[in-house]
């Protein structure tokens, strides 16, 4: 019985974990302007014809293709597929840019080849300093692409580096990751609103 305990007081802790997360968010007015203002940037860019470009490590990768999906297929509303690309699923090109150059070229290469002026590219980075995603906002930068950021409590130095850095009030990487998807899905929520809505 006592170890069934311990897992019970851990299901319990890292549930209290997760909501404390989230109810810093829900207080923290800077999370909620940046989420709202990076939400009407991406509209505005899937509105004009452009894409959104999404990209992370690890589960910030499986987490980037989630998001993609939810534009091209859909989040809520039944509606036109939208441009959401994420440079994670290509095993080719990321195993070739990684084998010809290095992998912190993995995601910069492709921005280079496939970004344009007015797209938006999101990283996604628990710690704020993966160095293939800040290789990559750089190039978009000099594409005049909007750049942004989902990072945790210090933004790293992905946070000087976007246009919108949004922070998660956390160090643990799960609870960040949690805050993570649910901010991408206010943002796909921000886009069909918008887009569709009215």
């Given at each position: 019985m006592?170890?069934?305990?311990?897992?019970?007081?851990?299901v319990?802790?890292?549930?209290q974990e997760?909501?404390?997360?989230?109810?810093?968010?829900?207080?923290?007015?800077?999370?909620?302007?940046q989420?709202?203002?990076?939400?009407?940037a991406?509209?505005?860019a899937?509105a004009?014809?452009?894409?959104?470009?999404?990209?992370?490590n690890g589960?910030s990768?499986?987490?980037?293709?989630?998001?993609?999906?939810e534009?091209?297929g859909?989040y809520?509303?039944e509606?036109?597929g939208l441009?959401?690309?994420?440079?994670?699923?290509?095993?080719s090109?990321?195993?070739a840019?990684?084998?010809?150059y290095s992998?912190e070229?993995?995601?910069?290469r492709?921005i280079?080849?496939l970004?344009?002026?007015?797209?938006?590219?999101?990283?996604?980075?628990t710690?704020?300093?993966?160095?293939?995603?800040?290789?990559?906002m750089?190039v978009?930068r000099?594409?005049?692409?909007i750049?942004a950021?989902l990072?945790?409590?210090t933004g790293g130095?992905?946070?000087?580096?976007?246009?919108?850095c949004?922070r998660i009030?956390s160090?643990?990487t799960?609870r960040?990751?949690e805050a993570?998807?649910?901010?991408g899905?206010?943002l796909?929520e921000?886009v069909e609103h918008?887009l569709?809505a009215?």
């Amino acid at each position: 019985m006592g170890p069934l305990l311990t897992v019970d007081r851990l299901v319990a802790q890292s549930l209290q974990e997760s909501i404390a997360v989230k109810q810093e968010l829900l207080e923290d007015e800077d999370y909620q302007l940046q989420v709202s203002a990076l939400g009407h940037a991406m509209a505005r860019a899937l509105a004009s014809g452009h894409k959104v470009i999404f990209l992370g490590n690890g589960g910030s990768a499986a987490d980037a293709q989630h998001l993609a999906a939810e534009l091209t297929g859909r989040y809520m509303m039944e509606r036109r597929g939208l441009p959401g690309l994420a440079l994670t699923a290509n095993t080719s090109s990321l195993t070739a840019i990684a084998n010809d150059y290095s992998y912190e070229m993995v995601f910069a290469r492709q921005i280079e080849a496939l970004g344009c002026p007015g797209n938006v590219a999101l990283g996604i980075s628990t710690s704020g300093k993966s160095a293939n995603v800040l290789r990559a906002m750089e190039v978009a930068r000099s594409k005049q692409i909007i750049t942004a950021a989902l990072t945790g409590k210090t933004g790293g130095l992905l946070g000087p580096a976007v246009d919108y850095c949004i922070r998660i009030p956390s160090v643990c990487t799960p609870r960040i990751q949690e805050a993570h998807i649910l901010t991408g899905h206010i943002l796909c929520e921000i886009v069909e609103h918008e887009l569709f809505a009215k």
